[in-house]
């Protein structure tokens, strides 16, 4: 089946600084990524949809200059979180849309630490 | 608007008996239906999806589940339960006549179980 990865799997960064999260496709192509934010004990909050070359498209109360999403080619996109605080920590969760039937499939989850 | 109802917060069953984890759904046009499962700290692996066909749609690891429309449920089963079956289950559902290609979760359900 399709493969998707993350990088890094975990990271703790300090109050203020940048992250930088990976997502790729490993054997497909993928033109829409999906990234989620995972609280713990709860479900999957949909941040954003990454359509390859053009801009995301954020949902409502998600802050699109905290969380820059780029999208520049068919097997990665990425999520920087942008000055980064004690709130932001979280799991996120990418994944990708392939297929007739447009199924979904999830990275392993990028553990955000800030400190 | 699309929402996923999983009523039951954690399921705990004995070993060996069979278990079913409950999903409904709400949604404009035909839904497409799907349960994943995530292990704790790692991403969603799929389970199983229903688009369209037999409504007893089997799957991964000896689940199956059962598309009922006019209950606009999609519970998943399985006979016998393994304590390696521990985990956080998500259903999902898409409306694909809507355009939209993410994926709207349910709160999860964790299900225990025992030996």
């Known amino acids: 089946g399709a493969v998707v990865s993350q990088h890094p799997s975990w990271v703790i960064c300090k109050s203020g600084t940048s992250v930088k999260i990976e997502c790729r496709s490993l054997?497909?192509?993928?033109?829409?990524m999906f990234w989620y934010r995972q609280f713990p004990k709860q479900s999957l909050m949909l941040m954003a949809t990454s359509n390859e070359g053009s801009k995301a498209t954020y949902e409502q109360g998600v802050e699109k200059d905290k969380f820059l999403i780029n999208h520049a080619s068919l097997t990665l996109s990425t999520l920087t979180v942008t000055s980064a605080h004690p709130e932001d920590s979280s799991f996120y969760i990418c994944?990708?849309?392939?297929?007739?039937?447009?199924?979904?499939?999830f990275g392993p989850g990028t553990r955000l630490t800030v400190t | 608007a699309q929402s996923v109802a999983q009523p039951e917060d954690q399921v705990n069953v004995a070993e060996g008996n069979p278990l079913t984890v409950k999903c409904t759904y709400s949604v404009s046009g035909n839904p497409y239906l799907f349960w994943y499962v995530q292990y704790p700290n790692r991403g969603l692996q799929f389970l199983l999806k229903y688009i369209t066909g037999d409504n007893l749609v089997k799957g991964s690891y000896g689940f199956e589940a059962e598309f009922n429309k006019s209950q606009t449920s999609f519970h998943l089963k399985k006979p016998s339960a393994l304590v390696s079956d521990s985990a956080l289950y998500f259903c999902?559902?898409?409306?694909?006549?809507?355009?939209?290609?993410?994926?709207?979760f349910g709160t999860g359900t964790r299900l225990t179980v025992i030996p």
């Open positions: 994944s990708a849309l392939t297929g007739p039937t447009y199924e979904q499939y």
């Open positions: 054997d497909f192509q993928a033109t829409t």
């Open positions: 999902a559902v898409r409306a694909y006549q809507t355009g939209a290609n993410n994926l709207f």
